[in-house]
Structures are given as structure tokens and as C-alpha cells.
């Protein structure tokens, strides 16, 4: 039977959680396809079989300064398995499973000038505060009962930060060009796509609470870094985009915030690098209590600014909004 009423889609879209359990599948392919295509683009350039690439693969990983050209091969590993793992699936699930258009993405009107400069001055300004977290996360320690799954967890995080201490070790400005396009754009769009898009709106649906909701997607956003010693930043600084998401309704400002918090890294890196700076972002000097205060103060000043100011836009466009019904 036709529907009369040009107000009313039918959606046939599964209910949250099987929805989210297609998403997973769409991961997990996009998982495999991207490493299987990394160890052959990585063949292609090294010129080598796919078993020796193996080997690579290991060395690239537990010592990258031993391999030749090991810091590109390593963009390119960590660019294309990103975008399979991240990106694609997140917009085919979008665009096929929810039949959604990319601008659905973002619900709200476009903010106003200022929440984007706010955005912008917002993720600076966290720094400090979480440093705090930084601070207190790498001290976490296990009981004696667990002092073996403590060890395995401080030998990955060894691991991680040798791999990062050599990606952020570029003096180029070529080559902080490639780390501002692999490590912060695409990880800008690909996880705020697949954590606060469509995990984000998803739990929204299905809890009363989006509070809820939002820590709930930052605390997974922040697990599946597994490392196990920035969980508890990292879940902040998600938890930080998600509430930007949700008060502006905007998925670009999420972006914008995702994109500084690792651009201003690698920047302040390349500036330290090439010896126009002495400090070092990337060595986790405890910062004084008064910063750490104000930046507490000023970040609570900044969201409350940034949640008042996108009331009244998020207001308008609720009569706008179509229903769906689920079947």
C-alpha cells in the first residue's frame, strides 16, 4: 500500500543493536581487506614476496629505524589500514544499511562563527587538564595476582611509544604534510565518522540518557586504541568531541576538534624537531596545579558557551525533523 502521507518514511533499518552488529561486520572486513592490502602495497614498493613482507611487517613495528624507508612505510600501512578499518566501513553502513546522506551526519543548522572558533580554542585549552589524566593513567598500577598481564600491557606500551617517537621524528616539512594527512585528517574523519556519527547517534536512539550514550561511544573509541595506559585521556578527549557533537549537531565541528587535538602535536613535534622550540609536547612533565585548575575552569566556561550558543539552533529545526518508524 502507498504511502499517503509524504511526511512518513518507513525505515527498515534494524533495531539499534543489530545495526550495530552489522557495523561490527563491516569493521572487521574492512580490517582484513586493509592489512591485506597494505602487505601488498608494501610488497609492490619494497619489491619483496608477501613472506618477506611478513618479516618487515614484524620489524617495522618492534624497530622501524632499521628498516630503509621505514617511516613511509609505515605512513602507508597505517593511512590504508585506517581508511578500511575506519572510514569506508562507517560510510557504507551509512550510506547502504541506514540509506542516509552524508549531510544527515550533521542534524543541526551550521553553528555560528564563534563555536567554531570556540571548537578550535576548546581542544588548547584541555591540554592541560588532561595531562592530569595522562598523568594519573600512566601510573595505574595491578595487583600482584595480575602482575603478569601488567607486564604484557607496559611491553606494548614500550612498543607503541618507540613506533610513535620514530613517526613524530620527521624534520621535513614534506614529511609533517604526510603525517598531517595520515595521522590526524584521516583519523579526524574515519573515527569521528564511526564513534560519534554512527555509534554515537545509534546509542543515542536507544538510551533516554545521551549522556549515557556519549561516554559509553568515547570509552569503546578509547578501547580500541588498545593502549592501555592512555584509556583514560583518550576516553576524555572522546568524550569532549562527543559532547560537542551532540550540542551543535554539527559532525564537522567533532572533526575540526579531532583534527587540532593531533595536528597540534605533530606541529609542535616538527617545531621541536627542526630546533625552533625546546619543548618537547611528547614527554609527560606534570604541569602545575594552577594551569591544571584554570584549564579545568576554562574548559567547563568554554562547553557551557558552546551548548548555550547551539540551543537555539538545534531548537529551530526540530519541526523540520521526519518521523521514522521501525518495522
Given at each position: 500500500m502507498q504511502n499517503s502521507n509524504p511526511d512518513l518514511i518507513v525505515s527498515r533499518v534494524p533495531a539499534t543493536w543489530g545495526s550495530l552488529l552489522v557495523l561490527i561486520g563491516f569493521v572487521l572486513i574492512g580490517m582484513a581487506v586493509g592489512n591485506i592490502l597494505a602487505v601488498m602495497i608494501l610488497a609492490l614498493y619494497f619489491s619483496t614476496d608477501a613472506e618477506s613482507v611478513t618479516v618487515?611487517?614484524?620489524?617495522?613495528?618492534?624497530?622501524?629505524?632499521?628498516?630503509?624507508?621505514g617511516w613511509y612505510a609505515l605512513m602507508v600501512l597505517?593511512?590504508?589500514?585506517?581508511?578500511?578499518?575506519?572510514?569506508?566501513?562507517?560510510l557504507l553502513y551509512w550510506f547502504y544499511i541506514e540509506r542516509r546522506k552524508?549531510?544527515?551526519l550533521s542534524p543541526g543548522r551550521t553553528p555560528a562563527a564563534q563555536v567554531w572558533l570556540l571548537a578550535f580554542l576548546l581542544v588548547l585549552i584541555f591540554i592541560p587538564i588532561n595531562s592530569k589524566f595522562i598523568e594519573w593513567n600512566a601510573a595505574m598500577k595491578?595487583?600482584?595476582?595480575?602482575?603478569?598481564l601488567e607486564t604484557w600491557m607496559r611491553d606494548?606500551?614500550?612498543?607503541?611509544?618507540?613506533?610513535?617517537?620514530?613517526l613524530t621524528s620527521y624534520k621535513s616539512f614534506g614529511q609533517l604534510l604526510i603525517a598531517l594527512f595520515v595521522v590526524t585528517l584521516l583519523p579526524a574523519l574515519g573515527e569521528e565518522a564511526l564513534f560519534r556519527g554512527v555509534i554515537q547517534t545509534k546509542l543515542t536512539q536507544q538510551f533516554t540518557n545521551p549522556h549515557v550514550a556519549i561516554w559509553v561511544s568515547a570509552a569503546i573509541f578509547s578501547a580500541i586504541h588498545f593502549q592501555f595506559y592512555g584509556f583514560l585521556p583518550r576516553m576524555m578527549l572522546g568524550a569532549l568531541f562527543g559532547y560537542l557533537y551532540f550540542w551543535t549537531g554539527n559532525f564537522w565541528v567533532a572533526v575540526l576538534a579531532h583534527f587540532v587535538n593531533n595536528g597540534f602535536v605533530?606541529?609542535?613535534?616538527?617545531?621541536?624537531?627542526?630546533?625552533?622550540?625546546k619543548t618537547n609536547i611528547e614527554e609527560t612533565k606534570s604541569m602545575s596545579g594552577v594551569l591544571v585548575i584554570s584549564s579545568l575552569f576554562l574548559t567547563i566556561l568554554?562547553?557551557?558557551?558552546i551548548r548555550q550558543a547551539s540551543l537555539p539552533r538545534k531548537q529551530a529545526i526540530r519541526g523540520d525533523q521526519q518521523l521514522v518508524i521501525k518495522i
Open positions: 618487515l611487517l614484524n620489524q617495522l613495528i618492534t624497530n622501524p629505524g632499521k628498516v630503509k624507508n597505517q593511512g590504508v589500514v585506517h581508511f578500511f578499518s575506519y572510514l569506508l566501513p562507517s552524508i549531510s544527515q595491578l595487583p600482584d595476582a595480575l602482575s603478569g606494548k606500551e614500550d612498543q607503541l611509544s618507540v613506533m610513535t617517537a620514530f605533530l606541529v609542535m613535534m616538527y617545531l621541536h624537531n627542526i630546533g625552533i622550540i568554554v562547553l557551557n558557551f
